[in-house]
C-alpha cells in the first residue's frame, strides 16, 4: 500500500498533477452537462471508534444525497456557487503538488480503478491499507463514502497528522505469510464456500474483527493493498483477499469491484485466483487485477467460482 521511502521522478510527479487537473475539469464539465444518475446507498453513520475527524463539507454522505445536491446546481451559468473546486479535490492537489512522495501503483494501474469510479461514483469504497494514495481515492470518489482499514497504529496516527478528514479505522490480522499454504487448503473446505456475513462465517479466512459498519454497508469498490506481505512474518493478505470476495458475494444485489494490488507476490497471485476467481478476473494492468463479483443472494444455487 505505501513505500515510505519512495522517491519518484519529477515526470511521475507532473503526471499525477496533470491527472488530476483533468479529473477537475471532468468534475466541472460533468456538472454543466448533466446531473449524477444514482448509485448505491450508503450508511449514513460513522463509527464511534474512528480514529479520524469527519470528512470535510459532509464528502462522504449518501450516493443518493449527492445525486439530489447535483440536480440543485443544473448548470453553471445559472449557479455560479457550483464552480466552487470540492474540498477532496482542493486538498488533493495541494498535498500531491507539494510533497516528493507520490502513490506505489503507477498510471496505468491507478487508471484502471479510475475508469470504474467514473461510472459508479459517489459510491461505496473501501480500502484495504493506508497509504500515500488515499487522498487520490477520496478524490477520485468525491461525494461518496472511502474507508481505509490499516493495520499499523503509528502510521494511521502519521497520516492523521497530514490529512485529518480520512477516515480510516485500526484493524489486527492474526495470520502470517508463511501460513498461506495452509489457508490455501483450509479455504478449499466446503465451509468456506458458503456464502453469509463474514462475521458469522465459519470459514478461518474470514475476517471478524472489523467496525460492525464495515459490514453492513454494500461496498461499490473493494480495493485490496494491505496488509503488509512482502516477508513471512507479515500478516499477508489472504484473509483480506478472501473477506472481500465474501463481501462482494453476499452483497443484497449487484455487483462488487474487486483490486488486488501486488498480484506479482506469490499469495496475492494464488488468493485472488482462488478466491475471487479466474471466472470473474476482467483486467490486469501490471501488479493490478481487477475482478468483477456479483450477488450470490440473488441467484440460489451460483457457485463460488463460475
Request: charged share 20%.
Amino acid at each position: 500500500m505505501r513505500s515510505k521511502t519512495q522517491s519518484p521522478t519529477n515526470i511521475k510527479l507532473i503526471l499525477l498533477c496533470f491527472f488530476f487537473l483533468s479529473l477537475f475539469l471532468l468534475i466541472i464539465w460533468s456538472n454543466f452537462t448533466y446531473s449524477h444518475p444514482n448509485s448505491s446507498p450508503i450508511s449514513e453513520k460513522h463509527l464511534a471508534n474512528s480514529t479520524s475527524l469527519q470528512p470535510d463539507d459532509q464528502e462522504q454522505s449518501s450516493c443518493s444525497s449527492s445525486s439530489s445536491s447535483s440536480s440543485s446546481c443544473p448548470s453553471l451559468p445559472l449557479n455560479p456557487t457550483c464552480t466552487k473546486t470540492p474540498p477532496s479535490l482542493a486538498n488533493a492537489l495541494v498535498h500531491y503538488a507539494t510533497t516528493n512522495i507520490t502513490p506505489q501503483q503507477t498510471l496505468k494501474e491507478i487508471s484502471v480503478t479510475l475508469r470504474v469510479l467514473e461510472k459508479k461514483s459517489p459510491c461505496n469504497f473501501l480500502v484495504f491499507g493506508l497509504g500515500h494514495d488515499s487522498l487520490m481515492w477520496i478524490s477520485l470518489n468525491h461525494g461518496g463514502r472511502t474507508v481505509f482499514l490499516e493495520e499499523d497504529k503509528s502510521w494511521i496516527e502519521q497520516i492523521k497528522e497530514k490529512i485529518p478528514s480520512l477516515e480510516s479505522y485500526h484493524v489486527s490480522y492474526d495470520t502470517k505469510v508463511h501460513q498461506a499454504d495452509g489457508l490455501m487448503e483450509t479455504g478449499m473446505g466446503e465451509e468456506c464456500k458458503v456464502v453469509s456475513d463474514p462475521r458469522f462465517s465459519k470459514c478461518q479466512l474470514a475476517l471478524k474483527g472489523f467496525p460492525s459498519d464495515v459490514y453492513d454497508i454494500e461496498w461499490d469498490l473493494i480495493m485490496v493493498d494491505a496488509p503488509t506481505g512482502y516477508h513471512d512474518e507479515a500478516p499477508g493478505r489472504m484473509t483480506a483477499i478472501y473477506t472481500a470476495g465474501l463481501m462482494a458475494r453476499n452483497r443484497e444485489s449487484g455487483e462488487t469491484d474487486v483490486f488486488v494490488h501486488d498480484v506479482d507476490r506469490v499469495v496475492e497471485d494464488k488468493f485472488s485466483k482462488a478466491f475471487l476467481c479466474e471466472g470473474y478476473l476482467t483486467e490486469q494492468e501490471g501488479r493490478l487485477r481487477h475482478f468483477i463479483i456479483p450477488s450470490h443472494r440473488t441467484r440460489l444455487g451460483r457457485p463460488f467460482c463460475p
